[in-house]
């Protein structure tokens, strides 16, 4: 009985914490990382729009921080073809500009890009990593 308890326990616990960790965030903007990073202690110079276009996204801004650009882009995952395209992105952790790839971060329904120059990098990920 002891032994029953002890493995109900633990799966109970298991399943409590690992609904802690949400990547749920379809239902922010690319501008709501904004403020994010700014409670973090982040400056941010500008913001500005960028067309989601060139990576298949549905929008994007560039936010300048430690005077260098991160893009910042959104995909719509209640779209199976979005959903899809941030999956590979995930799984890949690059994109292709003109055959040339690029470093990314992903997390939930964004992609994030240009943090390997920046010398907020880590900061920046801890942001994006609580970007829910």
Same mark, same amino acid.
Request: glycine fraction near 10%; include cysteine.
């Given at each position: 009985m002891r032994i =029953?308890?002890?493995v109900l326990l =633990?799966?109970?616990a298991t399943f409590f914490l690992s609904g802690c960790y949400?990547? %749920?965030n379809n239902y922010l903007s690319p501008r709501d990382f904004v403020p994010r990073l700014e409670e973090q202690g982040i400056r941010v110079a500008s913001v500005r729009?960028?067309?989601g276009a060139p990576f298949k996204a549905t929008s994007g801004i560039a936010i300048m921080v430690a005077g260098s650009e991160i893009g910042v882009y959104k995909y719509d995952r209640t779209s199976k073809v979005q959903s899809e395209r941030i999956a590979k992105r995930?799984?890949? &952790?690059r994109v292709y500009i %003109? &055959? /040339?790839p690029y470093?990314?971060?992903? *997390? &939930?329904s964004f992609m994030f890009m240009g943090l390997e120059k920046n010398r907020k990098k *880590?900061? /920046?990920i801890k942001v994006i990593r609580n970007f829910n």
């Open positions: =029953l308890t002890a =633990l799966c109970s949400s990547d %749920n729009d960028l067309p995930k799984r890949t &952790g %003109n &055959g /040339i470093p990314v971060e992903v *997390h &939930g *880590h900061d /920046i």
